[in-house]
């Protein structure tokens, strides 16, 4: 059973799990990161991919700026960050790592 916290955590980062037809790609900036721009950028186009194969994919980008609880409700220790279900991708990656990931999540079904 979840405990208050716990339970008003989870109420805080339901947003970022797929509830719709689509999956999610959430990014999380912030103005002061140097690479946030280009993991959004590879975001972009690693679901512009799977979109021309019918699979529809939304990169949704969450700048801590103006939700700075979101870092601790994740225990994010660096930006950019990338979640996709229940992974992670901390860091710069490329569009291939985040294509892998999406495969993974999606032949796994843990979304």
């Known amino acids: 059973m979840m405990q208050g916290n716990e339970l008003a955590r989870w109420n805080m980062l339901e947003e970022f799990f797929n509830t719709s037809e689509s999956y999610k790609i959430n990014v999380f900036t912030s103005s002061s990161c140097t690479f946030c721009n280009e993991a959004l950028e ?10 021309r194969l019918n ?11 103006e939700k700075p609880e979101v870092i601790e409700a994740l225990n994010a220790i660096a ?3 990338i979640l996709i279900g229940n992974s992670q991708i901390i860091g710069l990656p490329r569009a291939e ?7 993974h999540t999606m032949l796994t079904g843990i979304f």
């Open 79 to 81: 930006l950019p960050m």
């Open 97 to 103: 790592d985040i294509e892998q990931v999406l495969h």
């Open 55 to 65: 699979l529809p994919i939304e990169v949704v980008e969450t700048s801590v700026d």
């Open 42 to 51: 590879a975001a972009q186009e690693a679901a512009r991919k799977f979109n």
